[in-house]
């Protein structure tokens, strides 16, 4: 198992950028595939992006493609959210998340495919 520790959130105007970044503990890690929720408030938790243990696979919620792009760097048991275009709407905590199984395959788009959580990082947006 893997443990997810999220950092790099924060508050920043609309139309910037932030980078998230989910260190996890753990020898596992590269097998894992490793995935961003967020939760506004008085929302539910939603899917953000996902990048499978390989790093070649990745998929997105419509609602942030074309402006965030998830990576990830196995040496270092860590991946990355790269949030560009940023509006206020994607204010919210973000969650990093590895999978149950190893080696996966799939959109893993639910949250009951993932096995670990972080405690999450706190992006606000400005107007």
């Known amino acids: 198992q893997v443990q997810p520790v999220e950092s790099g959130g924060g508050l920043v105007q609309a139309g910037g950028s932030l980078r998230l970044s989910c260190t996890a503990s753990?020898?596992?890690?590269?097998?894992?595939?490793m995935g961003w929720f967020r939760q506004a408030p008085g929302k539910e938790r939603e899917f953000v992006a996902v990048?499978?243990?390989?790093?070649?696979?990745?998929y997105y919620a419509d609602s942030v493609k074309g402006r965030f792009t998830i990576s990830r760097e196995n040496t270092k048991n860590t991946v990355y959210l790269q949030m560009s275009s940023l509006k206020p709407e994607d204010t919210a905590l973000y969650y990093c998340?590895?999978?149950?199984?190893?080696?996966?395959?799939?959109?893993?788009?639910?949250?009951?495919?993932?096995?670990?959580w972080g405690q999450g990082t706190q992006v606000t947006v400005s107007s």
């Open positions: 998340a590895a999978s149950s199984t190893l080696y996966g395959r799939g959109n893993l788009y639910f949250e009951n495919e993932y096995g670990s």
């Open positions: 753990g020898r596992t890690f590269s097998g894992h595939a």
């Open positions: 990048i499978h243990w390989s790093g070649v696979n990745t």
